[in-house]
C-alpha cells in the first residue's frame, strides 16, 4: 500500500521569500507523484506531476518539484511566494494515476 | 473546453436521509473518481467508475455506492446520512485511466448533516 507524510501542517512564509513544502512516500512498487493546491472553497489544482524523466520538474505558478528516490521524496519549491500562493498544498501518489492517494496537506501562509 | 461540474454545490440534510450527488466529467473522460475531503480524515478515495463499471473501491461502508452513466456522467448516493458523513466530496475525471494521466477536479459538493 502507497502512503504520503506531509512532515509539515502549516508553513508560514514572508512575501518573495522562498518556500519548500515537504512530502515523502512509502511505496513497494514504483509511483506517480503529483502536488495539488486548493484554495478555500475550491476543488484541487495540479500544480505538478512526476511520471518518470527528470527529477526535476517544474509546473504552474512557478514551482518546482524534485524527485529523489533514495529518500522517497518529492519536496515542493517556489524562489519567491506571493500572497496569491496562500492555499493549501497537498501532495499525491498513484500507481495509475486514476486512484490517489493524499498526504494531509500543507497550510501555506504568505505574509506581507 | 468546460471542466468538471459537481451539483449541487451545497447541500443540507437531515440524519437518516438519504443523498445523490452529480459529476459531470470533462467531454471525452471516460474515468470518474470520488473523494471525501473532512478536516478529521483528510482526502479519501471512494470509488473510481470507467465504462460504467466500478473499477476501485475505498474503505468505506456500503451506504456511500456509486454509478455511472453512459455518457460518463457519475452519481454518488449515500444513504441513511450520519453527522460524520458532513465534508466535501470532490469528483474528478482522467482519460484514459491508467499511465500518463491525470486527474482534473470539480469544485465539489459540499454536505452538511444536521
Known amino acids: 500500500a502507497q502512503s504520503v507524510t506531509q512532515l509539515d501542517s502549516q508553513v508560514p512564509v514572508f512575501e518573495e521569500a522562498p518556500v519548500e513544502l515537504r512530502c515523502n512516500y512509502s511505496?513497494?512498487?514504483?509511483?506517480?507523484l503529483f502536488w495539488y493546491v486548493q484554495y478555500p472553497n475550491q476543488g484541487l489544482q495540479l500544480l505538478l506531476k512526476?511520471?518518470?524523466?527528470?527529477?526535476l520538474v517544474k509546473g504552474i505558478n512557478g514551482f518546482e518539484a524534485e524527485f529523489n528516490k533514495s529518500q522517497t521524496s518529492f519536496h515542493l519549491r517556489k524562489p519567491s511566494v506571493h500572497i496569491s500562493d496562500t492555499a493549501e498544498y497537498f501532495c499525491?501518489?498513484?500507481?495509475?494515476?486514476?486512484?490517489?492517494?493524499f498526504g494531509a496537506g500543507t497550510i501555506l501562509r504568505v505574509k506581507s | 473546453k468546460a471542466g468538471v461540474t459537481q451539483t449541487p454545490r451545497y447541500l443540507i440534510k437531515t440524519r437518516g436521509q438519504q443523498v445523490t450527488l452529480s459529476c459531470s466529467p470533462i467531454?471525452?473522460?471516460?474515468?470518474v473518481s470520488w473523494y471525501q475531503q473532512t478536516p478529521g480524515q483528510g482526502l479519501q478515495f471512494l470509488f473510481e467508475?470507467?465504462?460504467?463499471?466500478?473499477?476501485n473501491k475505498g474503505n468505506f461502508p456500503g451506504r456511500f455506492s456509486g454509478r455511472q452513466f453512459s455518457n460518463s456522467r457519475s452519481e454518488m448516493n449515500v444513504s441513511t446520512l450520519e453527522l460524520g458523513d458532513s465534508a466535501l466530496y470532490l469528483c474528478?475525471?482522467?482519460?484514459?485511466?491508467?499511465?500518463?494521466?491525470?486527474?482534473?477536479f470539480g469544485q465539489g459538493t459540499r454536505l452538511t448533516v444536521v
Open positions: 474528478a475525471s482522467s482519460f484514459p485511466p491508467g499511465e500518463n494521466t491525470e486527474a482534473f
Open positions: 511505496s513497494s512498487v514504483s509511483v506517480y
Open positions: 512526476y511520471l518518470s524523466g527528470s527529477t
Open positions: 499525491a501518489v498513484s500507481l495509475l494515476g486514476a486512484k490517489l492517494v
Open positions: 467531454s471525452g473522460h471516460r474515468s
Open positions: 467508475y470507467f465504462s460504467e463499471t466500478q473499477r
